[in-house]
């Protein structure tokens, strides 16, 4: 773990006798094999809420295994999913755009994916299978909001930094979970009108969301490590994450 992930991860105190467990799980989906990741307080004996994280455009890497990680730490039962296959792991730029921009052309391949992590979740005897989140990072973002358009009884959806794909208007999804985005101001790959068509759709679709916009942010904001990062969007998109979790899941 580097140190700045290290530094993001003990910004969440573990609570007395808490006994923070991870593990990888292999699952399928059709004929390819995916590697996610799990991570839970073992001292916490009763089921409790789950929450998948969807990783980045580079796969499910060392970044979204922290914020389970934090998670856990909070109670809940995280699940990193794995949208790429074992071993789809983009090292380069060109390499993550290129497997990502497979899924933003195929969205329904997109949402099975991530269905697939959400049945994993589902069926893990630690998880209420009635309370069950899922939030996601840039690429992770917009699949945790596509995955929120199939109608799945999701407790919430948040997204951080994800682009926001509209859709057609006879197509606008039966979103039944409440939505939570959370943007940069300064973020090239959601410019204004973007922002603007997006939350003009979901208003149609009746949709309960959510948008804040953090001053001076880019994309990537809470990826620490990169020019991009700003620690205080970071840490403010955190805190709402954590209150819009208290609220969906009381």
């Known amino acids: 773990m580097t140190p700045e992930h290290q530094t993001l991860l003990d910004s969440v105190p573990a609570g007395a006798g808490a006994r923070i ?6 699952y399928r989906h059709g004929d390819v094999t995916l590697e996610g990741y799990v991570a839970h307080d073992a001292a916490i004996t009763e089921r409790r809420p789950g929450i998948l994280v969807v ?3 580079t ?16 109670g809940y039962v995280a699940f990193a999913v794995d949208v ?13 755009q290129a497997e990502a921009m497979k899924y933003y052309g195929d969205l329904p391949l997109m949402r099975e994916r991530v269905r697939a992590g959400y049945e994993q979740l589902a069926a893990d005897p630690r998880v209420d299978p009635e309370r069950i989140a899922i939030i996601g990072y840039c690429f992770g973002g917009s699949a945790a909001l596509e995955f929120a358009r199939t109608g799945v009884a999701l407790r919430g959806a948040a997204s951080f930094h994800g682009a926001l794909s509209t859709h057609d208007a006879s197509d606008p999804g039966d979103i039944k979970a409440p939505l939570l985005i959370l943007t940069g101001a300064a973020d090239p790959v959601v410019p204004d009108d973007a922002l603007v068509a997006y939350e003009n759709e979901l208003r149609a679709a009746g949709a309960d969301f959510e948008i804040i916009s953090y001053s001076g942010a880019p994309h990537a904001f809470t990826l620490p490590g990169i020019d991009a990062y700003r ?20």
């Open 55 to 57: 990783h980045d455009w």
């Open 231 to 250: 620690p205080k969007a970071d840490a403010r998109s955190w805190q709402r994450l954590t209150g819009f979790l208290d609220e969906v899941f009381a």
């Open 21 to 26: 467990e991870e593990e990888t799980v292999d």
């Open 84 to 96: 790429y296959g074992t071993g789809i792991r983009p090292t380069e730029h060109e390499q993550a």
């Open 59 to 74: 796969g499910l890497r060392d970044y979204p295994k922290v914020r389970a990680q934090m998670l856990a730490r909070l």
